[in-house]
């Protein structure tokens, strides 16, 4: 079973800046996929961005450019750097993690409870 923990969540004008944190346990963490979504009110849950344990990244297209994931392997933390936040970024942010490598919601197993992001204008 694998613990996800994420923080980091909080309220931000636009064209700001904010470090989302997951905190990652249990056995067989590190074979993973990693991954952020989010999902605003009304909407369905988005990929954001993911990383393979290689390093290997992929990002939504809506973040492109403005948002980074990392991943220290040796804290077992995931990381998402979100750069020029807009509105619309406005969200819930999940950590995710699963066995495929993709920006789909029905790949990943298993899910934190959320850190909520604000974006005002």
């Known amino acids: 079973q694998v613990q996800l923990v994420e923080s980091g969540g909080g309220s931000v004008q636009a064209g700001g800046s904010l470090r989302l944190s997951c905190a990652a346990s249990?056995?067989?963490?590190?074979?993973?996929?990693m991954a952020w979504f989010r999902q605003a009110p009304g909407k369905e849950r988005e990929g954001v961005a993911a990383v393979d344990s290689a390093g290997m990244k992929i990002y939504g297209d809506s973040v492109k450019d403005r948002f980074t994931i990392s991943k220290d392997n040796a804290q077992n933390t995931l990381y998402l750097q979100m750069n020029s936040l807009k509105p619309e970024d406005t969200a819930m942010y999940y950590c995710?993690?699963?066995?495929?490598?993709?920006?789909?919601?029905?790949?990943?197993?298993?899910w934190g409870q959320g850190t909520q992001v604000i974006v005002s204008s």
């Open positions: 995710a993690a699963g066995y495929i490598f993709r920006l789909s919601r029905h790949d990943f197993t298993y």
């Open positions: 249990g056995y067989g963490y590190s074979a993973l996929y």
